[in-house]
């Protein structure tokens, strides 16, 4: 028995981190560098710098900083803590095709904050996201679908979403993943894809995974283990190069 159920997974959220949002077009190397003083200074903990460089960005329509304003609005970060104006601005975001605002918004929609609970809205929103590549909701529509939570439960939709999450070398999909074929959800159980799936997980420091992958390894063969083993190190090589797609795939 492995250490986790799939519904044992919660939604994630994202915090201020340094980085570049993934599919988003800058309008310019200003708006750039204004993004990133505002994320830095967010990181810092100097909210009224942020502030000042998000509302900006937000006036000019510039997509990511509004998101990055509503973040401030819903975390409570230098302003009252205002999930409907957060919602707005996630909306703004959504309106311009962001997917980190259409995650946000997701988010809102699944818990009732600032917006009526909406498990349909959650679920058009997070597939919004997904198909714009952004693994946070294509991991997040792999445990509704896992758990019934808004739609049907469907194993198989649950894995498709799980193996997009996990080419995209998001850890706790690639956990969720070994956990299906562990228990055989919706497919026959597979000890070898177990031992694979947890292997990746644990070489991106999931130790949930690494618990999980000796417990495989006590009910395999030496010589499976072995083939298993460079099974996991040529799929993590694709993930890592951006070249898995899924079993038999390349982007």
Do not use: C
Not at 45 to 68: R, S
Not at 135 to 160: C, H, I, R, W
């Amino acid at each position: 028995m492995q250490l986790s159920l799939i519904g044992d997974i919660l939604m994630s959220q994202f915090n201020f981190k340094t980085l570049l949002l993934a599919g988003i077009l800058l309008s310019s190397p200003f708006a750039h560098a204004g993004l990133e003083e505002g994320i830095k200074a967010a990181n810092e903990g100097e909210f009224a710098q942020a502030l000042k460089e998000f509302n900006y960005l937000a006036d000019k329509g510039f997509a990511p900083g509004i998101y990055e304003l509503g973040k401030l609005y819903e975390g409570g970060y230098g302003v009252t803590r205002d999930y409907r104006k957060a919602a707005q601005l996630y909306q703004q975001g959504v309106a311009k095709n962001h997917p980190d605002s259409m995650f946000a918004l997701a988010v809102l929609y699944d818990e009732g904050n600032g917006v009526k609970l909406d498990k349909q809205m959650a679920i058009k929103l997070f597939e919004q996201a997904a198909n714009k590549n952004l693994p946070a909701a294509q991991f997040n529509l792999g445990v509704m679908y896992a758990n019934g939570d808004g739609v049907s439960v469907d194993y198989e939709l649950a894995k498709t979403w799980y193996e997009k999450a996990a080419a995209n070398n998001y850890t706790l999909a690639q956990f969720n993943l070994a956990l299906m074929y562990f228990k055989g959800l919706g497919m026959p159980k597979n000890l070898e894809k177990s031992y694979i799936w947890n292997t990746i997980a644990e070489y991106n420091g999931n130790m949930q995974a690494s618990h999980s992958r000796k417990l495989d390894e006590q009910k395999m063969l030496p010589k499976e283990v072995e083939e298993a083993k460079e099974k996991a190190d040529a799929i993590y090589t694709r993930i890592l190069a951006g070249t898995y797609a899924g079993e038999g795939r390349l982007f």
